[in-house]
Every structure is written in C-alpha cells, then in structure tokens.
C-alpha cells in the first residue's frame, strides 16, 4: 500500500494535460471505438508512451513486465477502454527463463550485462519464471496486435522472433553496441523486420550515431520494397503510427477534417509514393 501511494503521487505530479487530449473521442474514430486497437507494449517499465494516452478511448493495452515492484504501478494505470498486466516473459519460445534484476531497475534483462556496462547494471537478484512468444500470448487474450513497442534490454530480437503478427508499426529500443551478453545488435532487428515486408520510418543516420541505444521506428510497406502501402482500414492505419509518436496526432479541430490533409502528411513523412486504401 505505500507503494501504491507513492505511485500514485508521483504520476499525480506529472503534468499529462497534454497527453489526456480525448483524440479518440472526435467522431471521425467512431468505428474504432467498436473495434479498438491492440497495443502490446512489451517492457512496460513506466507505462505506455505519452502519445498513447490521446487514443485511450480506442486502444486496448496489453502491458508485459516481469518485473513484480513495477507490476504494481502498472496496475495503477487507467485512461484506456481496456488495459492488463502480463507478468510472464516475452520471448522467442514457450518455457522457462531468469530475469536478471540489476541495481538500476531499468537494466534488467534475460541477459547477462556486458563489458560495457557499468554498476548499475549489477544483478542484484534473479527471479526464474515463464517465458512465452508473443503469438501465444495474443492467442490468449484475445486482443488484436496492431501496436507493438518493444524496450526489453537487448532481447528485443528474440520477441520480434515470436510474433507471426503484423502489427501496422513497431518501435523497437535497439543497441549500436552490445550492452548485454549475445544482444543482437539494431542492424539485426532492421534485417529481421525489413524481411517480413517493414520500412524504417526512423531517420537511417540514426544508425550511425554513437549513442549506445536508438529508438526504431518500423511501418509495414509489404509491397516488393516499393514506397506503397495498402490497407483497408486507413484511419486505424494511421492511429497506429499516431499511438507511438511517429507522426504528430493532428488537432482535428472539426468533424469535418478531411482524411485527405491527414494521408498528405503521413505520405510526406514515411516517403509513401502512393497509398491504396482499399
């Protein structure tokens, strides 16, 4: 119970005005309010983006974090038309694992830190527990994964490995070096996406800096590596991308914003040469 007061003084503290933004509430997202998106946010340590929280009202949040004090502020957490806690591990197949609980609780990992890393990467605890993939676990909860967003401390491969499903867009916390023992690195992750028929959206030079993590930001194309996407549903198609922040949700001012003004946009930024909704 103290932490569960802590928590909530603290997220309390936190200015969301601009996040909390009923979005979803415009009449334009009708027909998501029936059939809502899935949002599997996979290392769920702090909650769901900001961005998320403008589409609470279409958005079914399913949050995996094995991590037991962090459970419980996610818990806490409400603003979406449905939202859980997914305690067991996500990875690229059925069974058992060890989570590796460092002193700085944003370093733990399946992995075991690497060279590079320093004390606050030091394992204070191990706690042995289920690991299941991703398909397995859209099959039991019955919720739709449209959304991924995945921030695992280098075992972000191994969960893009047990997922069959096409989310719209995928964003992906990828090492240029390897913080963890065996990580694979974000040149593997863009491979392994761009295979299944995915477009970085993220700016390439990313790649090249020397940060020791970058945010990826993946938009499936799936059309023989032509800049053209194909969807039959291009509002759901654009809040997903919306959701994780890569593109800036319009203000939609009226009911009667055109999705017109909305596909010109997104065309500009991902370099879509033309878009089929169909």
Request: proline fraction near 5%.
């Amino acid at each position: 119970s103290e932490i569960a007061a802590k928590v909530h003084r603290e997220r309390s503290s936190r200015d969301f005005t601009h996040a909390v933004i009923a979005l979803s509430e415009h009449p334009m997202f009708e027909a998501l309010r029936r059939q809502p998106l899935g949002f599997y946010d996979v290392g769920a340590r702090g909650g769901p983006p900001i961005s998320a929280y403008r589409f609470g009202s279409v958005l079914r949040v399913v949050m995996c974090e094995p991590d037991p004090w962090e459970t419980i502020h996610l818990r806490a957490i409400n603003g979406f038309q449905h939202s859980t806690v997914e305690t067991r591990l996500i990875g690229a197949q059925n069974g058992r694992a060890v989570i590796n609980l460092t002193r700085k609780p944003g370093g733990s990992s399946v992995l075991q830190p690497g060279a590079r890393t320093n004390d606050r990467h030091e394992i204070v605890r191990k706690i042995e527990t289920d690991i299941i993939t991703l398909d397995h676990l859209v099959d039991e909860t019955g919720v739709s994964c449209d959304v991924l967003k995945s921030d695992v401390q280098g075992f972000d491969f191994e969960v893009l490995q047990g997922c069959s499903h096409r989310p719209h867009c995928i964003r992906v916390e990828a090492a240029m070096f390897e913080s963890y023992q065996h990580q694979r690195k974000a040149t593997d992750i863009c491979t392994l996406l761009e295979a299944r028929g995915y477009a970085l959206i993220t700016d390439p030079s990313a790649l090249r800096q020397t940060r020791k993590e970058v945010d990826l930001l993946f938009s499936w194309r799936g059309i023989d590596e032509e800049s053209l996407v194909a969807t039959v549903d291009p509002t759901r198609w654009f809040v997903a991308h919306m959701v994780l922040g890569a593109v800036e949700a319009p203000a939609f001012e009226s009911p009667s914003a055109r999705s017109e003004e909305h596909t010109s946009e997104l065309q500009s930024r991902f370099g879509i040469s033309y878009a089929v909704f169909c």
